[in-house]
């Protein structure tokens, strides 16, 4: 009879771990307490690192955090790790759905996962739901329990995947990871014209993995093509501010140096001359007074229809708090 030594042990997980979720890593406390000892910007350390929601208690990659203080320096510090590789093994496994999945995590987006037919061996992945499963345990996502969701819980893991992305059939979208920096710089600079460029050619390298036809799905677009912005800001879609609603509020970390505050409101077979007005109209840009003397404001618009079929505009304007 062919039975295991070993069988009726518990087993916890980052799926279910109590009563030790605790001792998984630091607790939120325990960042705050650590980051005054050692003078970090908690804004910046929980953008980096935190995410993990485990059993209700929010969690941070210990090694990650320590490596941050120790340094001064919030940054990917998994990527000399055992466990780094383990990301191309996985997203690149041809199972129906996995690709689409991923960008849209990491558009934001959370997706349903299936965790219980996962068999905690790291060798016989055997569906979509098994490789999102293993990538859960290995920490490079998030899980939401209660909506039983996956997604990407932070900036670290964010820079874990644009490197992984770097290799075969993914190279495109790494291609287009790879002008997020330039058009961050040239949103600041205030030059609609390239910001425009640059996201329409977003857009045509996603659409084939994004559905694209409306304001929500141009959010998606936008979050992948500002991919890196969150190293500096705290991005909030939908964030109540004035008299409504702003699509996206790009609010600076102490770490964002001489990149302003901004609010980019986004529309779909208008104007984008109409976006600002909306953002003046509503006030939307007096929510971010108190974090910046300098406020951009961007208005982008995306057209379906007539000669401006697929084109993006863009405008951009500067708010300053007098």
Not at 157 to 181: H, Y
Request: hydrophobic content about 35%.
């Amino acid at each position: 009879k062919d039975e295991s030594a070993l069988n009726n042990f518990r087993e916890y997980t980052m799926l279910k771990s109590k009563p030790i979720t605790k001792y998984y890593g630091f607790t939120e406390e325990e960042v705050k307490e650590l980051c005054k000892k050692y003078d970090m910007d908690f804004d910046s350390v929980k953008a980096w690192y935190n995410g993990y929601l485990i059993d209700g208690i929010h969690m941070y990659n210990p090694n990650s955090v320590t490596q941050a203080m120790i340094d001064q320096d919030c940054d990917s510090y998994w990527r000399n790790t055992s466990s780094f590789s383990s990301i191309n093994t996985f997203i690149t496994m041809n199972y129906a759905g996995l690709k689409d999945d991923i960008m849209t995590m990491l558009a934001g987006g959370k997706i349903r996962v299936n965790p219980y037919t996962f068999k905690n061996d790291f060798s016989t992945i055997a569906s979509k739901d098994d490789a999102l499963t293993a990538l859960i345990h290995l920490g490079y996502l998030g899980y939401d329990a209660d909506r039983k969701k996956s997604f990407i819980p932070n900036y670290e893991v964010a820079t874990a995947f644009e490197l992984a992305l770097q290799t075969g059939e993914w190279s495109e979208i790494a291609k287009a990871i790879s002008t997020c920096d330039e058009l961050l710089d040239e949103t600041i600079d205030g030059n609609a014209i390239r910001v425009a460029e640059l996201i329409e050619q977003a857009h045509d390298t996603y659409t084939s993995v994004l559905k694209y036809n409306d304001e929500n799905s141009l959010s998606c677009v936008l979050t992948m093509a500002y991919f890196t912005a969150p190293g500096y800001y705290n991005i909030v879609r939908e964030m109540p501010a004035g008299k409504g609603l702003a699509d996206f509020a790009f609010i600076p970390r102490a770490n964002a140096g001489f990149r302003p505050a901004m609010i980019v409101e986004l529309k779909y077979n208008q104007s984008a001359e109409t976006a600002i007005k909306q953002i003046k109209e509503k006030k939307y840009h007096g929510a971010l007074s108190g974090y910046s003397n300098k406020i951009l404001l961007v208005g982008i618009n995306y057209n379906t229809d007539g000669s401006n079929k697929k084109h993006h505009t863009c405008v951009i304007e500067e708010w300053r708090n007098s």
